[in-house]
């Protein structure tokens, strides 16, 4: 096998050779013997830093099974600080890094690389589930939860006599098909709540069932504008893909989890369709593992030792597979901070229950005289300047500050223990 250097030379750092490895070496290959590689023109000292993590990156197959640590793909992270593997994917999504994230909605009405139903998410004990969330299009028969909402299925409001322009509502069509895919899910929640013999439901779940109820009720009598509207289709299909994945949680994946079958013996389970999570923890990436969910578990360089490493994958970047473009409108920014906290997707719900307000009447301004009957001026002041920004911000903006303290959070919930949602 032949090498080819981007660079090379005496001026060539240990980053340079992790950077090279990490994103200059694409697709799958093996090389055989240390031998093979050429490398004159590094620094010797430097060779013998790196020949361990170079090894790793092109070990060849083991005759054993993979277990949860090892990984059929593998990658470095932070310049070879960190490598991250998968033991059942053949491919690794770049990891949703750093610890100032800012998300906000995108030009899809979702959020980008920070959004658990499209992109795998750092597990977090709280919403063990994401990781059960059904891939697009896996589920043919509800492909309506995840359209896009588009123009042409915009029905708008003919009346001429309308004091507003451009209201309208969901076109029937698509609204229907909301319809049957909520009409199965409600249907599978009625059979799992009213079986005595399962676990007790995770509080979240009549929080979010009736997010779905109520987000259908609107999307079908409440009059507004494209934007809105769209943006509640996307908080219906949040909402409808959450409690489906609640379900198989607690129904299939779990109980693969606390089986008492050796996992030794039995080996995992089939890789099912599903979004997957990012983990640090091996404990967590063994439970995924064997229950058959997608997972990449991140680790240091330093430690892996006899990790067996099928073959090198180069990170899959969101761009090539998301809409990352900012919306058009002009939304805040939901929550800055680290992507395993749990304020992020308490955020995202907290902004979907605000979203669709109308202005505080409580805040114009009256006299005693119009306080039982709004006269002119106070119809024509709402329409005209509409309410204080002061007085109707609506979701601000919020920064985990202390990272920590969702570690600290994460240290006291039990694994797989449920948590309420606050500001559900």
Known sequence: MEWEWTRNGPGMTQGDLMEFLSFSISG??????WDSWDSSGIHQELVGECKDLICFLIK?????????????VGALLFRGKYFITSPNQDFIPTPPLGNSRQVSI???????????LCWPRPYFPYFCHHGAIPLRNSLPAHS???WEPTRDQFAPLNNPTAPIRGLGKLSEGKLQELKRSASVLFSRVQSYTSNPSLSRAPP???????????????L??????????????????????????MLDYMEVYKPRMDSARLAVNSGPEKVANTVGVFTYDVRVAQDFFHAGLPCWLIRPALDFGETNILHVAPLLPPGDHLILMPNSFSYPIVFEGPANSFYKYDAILRFARNFLRYPDPFNLPTTENNQSQAGPSVVSHTLAG????????GPSRRRDTNPSRANKDNRKVPYKHWGSVSGQ
Not at 106 to 116: F, I, V
């Open 220 to 245: 079908e009598s409440v009059w507004t504008n494209f934007r809105q509207m769209s943006f509640g289709v996307r908080d219906v299909q949040r909402c409808w893909l959450d409690v489906m994945a």
């Open 204 to 218: 979240t779940l009549g929080p979010m069932v009736k997010m779905v109820e109520h987000g259908l009720v609107r």
């Open 60 to 72: 060849s197959p083991a005759v054993a099974p993979l277990s949860a640590t090892d990984g059929r």
């Open 28 to 33: 799958s290959f093996l090389v055989h013997s």
């Open 386 to 393: 509409g309410p204080n920004r002061a007085s109707n911000p």
């Open 144 to 146: 309506i939860i995840w």
């Open 106 to 116: 995108r030009a899809d009405c979702l959020y980008g690389d920070d959004d658990s």
